[in-house]
């Protein structure tokens, strides 16, 4: 089994489009700007933690160069990674952006050493992010290992001897699965280290720990009992949104925004090759109310004409004539792989629409994200002549936070 786990990633992601970031202190933000959420080793050592605001890591890192994050850069970095593995792996589990698990059968004549190295390698080579890569013989075993090879490690340790070292040094903490409560129940009968915990008796292991914890037991003994998950979960939701910048009661500018921010969303549903079961339109008042509409398209879809027909309706319930609106989200949910859905028995006749889909997608792409866009948001002119907004400030993927 191996794992692969990219350093420093968001860091790394933004030194590949820009060269001169390399060696130095750099700060990703999030959040709208707000805080630190990945830093470089370099400014790691100067004191900044992920999670720190952004004034604070001003004091401990000056000359720090700090970048907006950019998700989808994230995500067409993180497939190329993703293409690199399948080629050495006949089995491998997206487990998160920049983390994967992976089968490791090493071509004939080949180490595991040397399949952990080839792909550390193949992989600087071919997408510019370095990553580190553990191979063991369980997952639990191959994702301690890679934790302790950081950065741009390659390391295969399959002998129980070398195992055994291996986890005297690490605190039992440093298995995912085991935070501050669970090791609280392990450290009266003695067991603090990997070690510890994988020379302890079984039966106590699972009455301190229930059935997951002897599943790393036996993990931790070198027996595989998680396996890889070759399927990536889709996403629970998309979404997208955000604040208007100058709040608005007017019906036509509220319109708009809800046009534009279904153009964004579509954009995310093509992107991860999904169709919206549901839409939810969020609307945030400056008294302080919030307007929230519902609704269903007969079939899943990824259609504009579609989903505007079925978010129409949930504007006109998100709304409070008359007060003004600050913010605006729209959420797709009930995602379902685009090849998958049902026969589109009750969708209207697909050729125009497609059409014009297929026609808008291919002149954006030559042209600029929104050069061709739908009417109805004329009323956002300046949005769209600002450069500032090619950027999404509050782009979720996976999950919804407001
Ligand atoms: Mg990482």
Redesign the pocket.
């Known amino acids: 089994m191996g794992h692969l786990?990219?350093?420093?990633?968001y860091v790394s992601a933004e030194r590949v489009r820009d060269e001169f970031l390399r060696d130095k202190a750099v700060g990703v933000l999030g959040n709208q700007g707000a805080c630190v959420i990945a830093k470089s080793y370099e400014m790691k050592a100067a004191g900044v933690g992920t999670g720190m605001p952004i004034w604070e890591a001003l004091v401990k890192c000056p000359t720090g160069i700090y970048v907006k994050r950019d998700f989808r850069w994230y995500e067409v970095l993180s497939r190329l990674m993703l293409d690199v593995v399948r080629e050495l792996s006949p089995r491998v589990e997206y487990y998160s952006i920049?983390?994967f698990f992976f089968l490791a059968g090493p071509a004939r004549g080949r180490t595991f050493q040397e399949l952990a190295v080839a792909l550390r390698d193949r992989i600087w080579e071919r997408v510019r992010v370095p990553v580190t890569v553990g191979i063991a013989r369980t997952r639990t075993l191959a994702k301690l290992i890679s934790d302790s090879a950081k950065p741009f490690g390659a390391w295969a340790v399959l002998d129980p001897e070398a195992e055994a070292k291996l986890l005297a040094d690490r605190p039992v903490t440093e298995i995912t699965g085991i935070a501050g409560r669970r090791a609280a129940r392990l450290a009266p009968w003695g067991i603090r280290t990997c070690l510890d915990l994988a020379r302890a008796d079984r039966r106590l292991v699972r009455a301190l720990l229930t059935a997951s914890g002897e599943a790393l037991w036996w993990e931790l003994n070198g027996d595989p009992v998680q396996p890889i998950h070759p399927q990536r979960p889709l996403h629970k939701a998309l979404s997208r949104g955000g604040s208007f910048g100058e709040a608005t009661s007017d019906p036509v500018v509220l319109y708009a925004w809800l046009v534009r921010n279904l153009e964004r969303l579509i954009e995310e549903l093509e992107f991860h090759a999904v169709c919206a079961g549901r839409l939810t339109v969020w609307v945030a008042y400056k008294d302080g109310r919030v307007g929230v509409g519902q609704a269903a398209p007969l079939v899943p879809s990824d259609r504009f004409d579609i989903l505007l027909d079925t978010a129409r309706p949930c504007l006109r319930r998100a709304w409070v004539p008359r007060v003004p609106a600050a913010r605006m989200h729209l959420i797709a949910e009930r995602l379902t792989p685009k090849g998958r859905r049902p026969l589109g028995l009750f969708d209207p006749p697909a050729d125009r629409a497609e059409a014009i889909a297929r026609l808008k997608r291919e002149v954006n792409a030559r042209h600029g994200r929104f050069v061709l866009r739908s009417g109805a948001t004329l009323p956002l002119a300046a949005i769209y002549r600002d450069t500032a907004n090619e950027y999404d400030i509050c782009d979720v993927r996976g999950k919804i936070c407001f």
Not at 5 to 9: G, I, K
């Open positions: 786990d990219a350093d420093c990633f920049d983390e």
